[in-house]
């Protein structure tokens, strides 16, 4: 995984996946989270994900400044 990302995962019942999905990113998105991969695999109404995300609020991407001297 990337430096400052972490991992979520968690098991829900739906019974639109598509749909499912695309909120799920919409929320990590309004809520300052960058997604660095989403994994869903359903079985029936049971759905495991797997997020990657980064918190841009608190741990944001930042290049470290070099100085020569």
């Known amino acids: 995984m990337l430096g400052n990302s972490r991992a979520l995962k968690i098991n829900v019942f739906t019974t639109s996946f598509d749909k499912y999905e695309e909120q799920l990113r919409n929320f990590l998105q309004i809520n300052n989270f960058e997604i660095i991969d989403i994994k869903l695999c359903n079985a029936g109404l049971d759905v495991s994900v797997l997020i990657i995300y980064r918190d841009l609020l ?12």
């Open 58 to 69: 608190h741990h944001p991407f930042k290049l470290k400044n070099s100085h020569l001297t």
